[in-house]
């Protein structure tokens, strides 16, 4: 393509937005445009970058035998779907509201739906393993966004698999974890993948693959000397904790010399060591008051909370719920003297505490000398905090690590929930009727663009590989008024497209170094520089990642890049 004709708008002021490095640098070198931060456009490049992500992925489904789909993303609550509630009910859902006042919604996945389907279509085991998948755009109302990394709007790969039992649900299972490896190491991409939780989905376990970057918004926990790594959400808590030998002082109540309702973490105004600090978060479950206590130097795991008490969301309880069963407000709650109808789960750290503080279940006041068992009951203690780096690994092997990196696909193995609610069933060689096992296989596809996008760059601009290069080399004329450089220019444009090299041909009226800046914004594999050296048949090429520079003879320039595009 000629520069000239294209749709591609450079821009080297940063923009006054608080994205990151990565957002800003793709609307500077003009793949996207960014509308308020939020609604993101694709400019042509970006169609380039996406389209050979996406072809990359059709690759691997293909090898899979997989089969392409397109399910509607516009969906209705009316349907006789079994968890039509459970989908009313999720805060992330956009719902629309037609002209005849159906309420209607834009589907963030499709198992009920394709699970439908497949019960209308397949009958027998003769039918399957079946593997049905899209690339499709996806809406979800985050609460908070980061561009391309987490976006209202988003492309993904969604795939599903049925099967006739547990043990072919297994094998393609790990087919598919291959297929997602071989994806991200085409990609140039270093990743790991975790165990992670199954969020809303009821199934038997899932994986995340998350690539590594320091700027990542998810933490995974390692082990230092065997292959254990978790998502952080789900790594157990091996550390034992024993109660300090020291003698049990008077248990004290003092009065706070500031408003407690002011500061929720109003014991850390105490000036003590943070491990004697009792800490307390109320909760709503099913109409009724949950305490949780865990120490003042850890924290809280949610998800671990969510799973135990086997509950979707939690809910925090609010001053007034607290106020008239407590008879305070949430930041004054402790855990002595509660009502007998409270139900009270700790942390086991909080088994070590000997004289600790806690608050008095009174505004304005707190205990000091708190001891666990001597001063207060506690239903159960539960491993509900997060581990921490340096504690020993869940798997006994060394001790765990932290790592940041972006999440960008997570499988499921579902088994037969989503058959069983639908009463989608086959029937087997023996002629009963069972329910199909399901697997779910999530890929975020403008997420690997987003997470690509920071991984190839320097301080010039982006350095694409050729696997996702918008173009794989860029043509420049250093002045196109010279007739000899031009006509050599268009020669190359031609003989390389010939040669099935998807070529940018800069051939504006512009000067060289400007050229040069737009290119290595760009980051095209290849530049290729056609200067007045051409008079003696030479050609200037530079590869964009390794600032490698050379002259060659006009007619070299074909094998040196069949040579360098073999090599990456």
């Known amino acids: 393509m000629k520069q000239s004709l294209s749709f591609i708008r450079t821009n080297y002021e940063v923009p006054s937005n608080q994205l990151t490095n990565s957002n800003n640098l793709l609307e ?12 993101i456009s694709y400019l042509p490049l970006a169609k380039r970058v996406l389209f050979k992500i996406e072809k990359l992925i059709r690759e691997e489904m293909n090898r899979l035998q997989a089969n392409e789909i397109s399910l509607p993303i516009l969906n209705s609550f009316q349907q006789e779907r079994p968890s ?15 002209r005849k006042s159906e309420e209607l919604y834009l589907a963030p996945s499709h198992e009920e739906i394709l699970t439908s389907i497949v019960k209308e279509q397949i009958k027998s085991y003769k039918q399957l393993p079946l593997v049905l998948y899209q690339i ?13 990394f987490k976006s209202l709007e988003f492309i993904m790969k969604d795939a599903y698999s049925f099967h006739n039992s547990k043990e072919s649900l297994d094998e393609f299972y790990g087919k598919m974890e291959q297929a997602y490896s071989t994806i991200f190491s085409r990609l140039g991409l270093t990743y790991k993948k975790v165990v992670a939780d199954l969020g809303n989905y009821c199934g038997e376990i899932s994986h995340e693959f998350i690539v590594l970057s320091e700027n990542g918004d998810v933490t995974i926990a390692y082990s230092n000397e065997s292959d254990y790594a978790v998502n952080i959400d789900l790594a157990e808590v091996i550390t034992q904790h024993f109660t300090h030998a020291e003698e049990l002082k008077e248990l004290k109540k003092q009065k706070f010399s500031i408003d407690p309702d002011k500061d929720e973490d109003i014991l850390n105004q105490l000036e003590l060591p943070p491990e004697k600090i009792i800490k307390t978060k109320t909760y709503k479950i099913n109409d009724e008051l949950l305490v949780v206590l865990y120490r003042g130097d850890h924290q809280l795991n949610e998800v671990k909370l969510k799973n135990l008490l086997h509950v979707k969301n939690l809910t925090l309880a609010d001053d007034d719920f607290t ?59 539960e491993d509900i905090r997060y581990i921490q780096e340096g504690e020993p690994s869940p798997d006994g092997i060394g001790t ?18 989503y058959s069983v609610e639908s009463e989608a069933l086959f029937v087997d060689e023996f002629g009963d009727k069972k329910p199909l096992q399901m697997g779910a296989y999530g890929l975020g596809v403008s997420r690997l663009f987003a ?29 196109v008024e010279n007739e000899e450089e031009w006509l050599v220019s268009e020669q190359l444009y031609n003989i390389l497209s010939t040669y099935q090299f998807d070529v940018l041909f800069d051939d504006r009226h512009t000067t060289i170094d400007e050229k040069l800046n737009d290119a290595n914004l760009i980051g095209l594999p290849v530049q290729v520089i056609v200067s007045s050296k051409v008079q003696q048949g030479i050609v200037k090429v530079q590869y964009r990642r390794t600032g490698e520079t050379f002259e060659c003879a006009k007619e070299e320039l074909i094998d040196r890049l069949n040579e360098y595009f073999r090599v990456y």
């Open 28 to 39: 500077r070198a003009g793949y996207i445009h960014l509308q308020n931060g939020r609604f």
């Open 84 to 98: 039509n509630d459970a989908v009313s009910k999720n805060v992330e859902l956009f719902h629309i509201q037609n």
């Open 136 to 148: 499709q755009t996806k809406f979800r109302d985050e609460l908070e966004q980061n561009g391309l």
């Open 323 to 381: 106020r008239e069963i407590i008879g305070c407000s949430v930041n004054s709650v402790g855990p002595i003297k509660l009502p007998v109808q409270v139900k009270v789960i700790a942390d086991n750290g909080i088994k070590s505490i000997s004289n600790g503080v806690a608050c008095a279940n009174e505004d304005g006041y707190y205990y000091e000398n708190v001891n666990p068992e001597r001063d207060f009951a506690i239903n159960a203690y």
């Open 400 to 417: 765990i690590q932290f790592a940041k990196g972006f999440e960008v696909a997570h499988i499921f193995k579902l088994g037969s929930t």
């Open 451 to 479: 997470v690509a996008s920071q991984f190839y760059q320097d301080g010039s601009g982006f350095t694409w590989p050729n696997s996702i290069a918008p173009f794989d080399v860029h043509l420049l004329t250093e002045n």
